[in-house]
C-alpha cells in the first residue's frame, strides 16, 4: 500500500511542477476519490507542497517537494 501511496504523491508532484495551478483547481482535481484527497493533504502535512493564501493562490513545489521529484527522476 505503500507504494500506491508513494506513486500517487509522485504523480501529484509532477502534476503541480508541470503548471500552474491555483489552489480551487488543484483541490478539484485531486479530490476526486478519497485516496487522492489523502495525496493532497499528506503531501501538505509533509511540506512538499505550498500555496499561496486563498482559492487563486498558486500551488508550488516546496524544496523538499522538488528534491523528491529530482531523486526519482535520477533513479
Known sequence: MADAHHSLTLQLLEWIAHGSHPYSESIEVWKTSCP?????????????????????G??????KGAQLLSERAAA
Do not use: H, K, Y
Open 58 to 63: 498558486l500551488v508550488s513545489l516546496t524544496a
Open 36 to 56: 487522492r484527497f489523502m495525496i493532497w493533504e499528506d503531501a501538505c502535512a509533509d511540506g512538499l507542497v505550498d500555496s499561496r493564501p486563498g482559492r487563486d
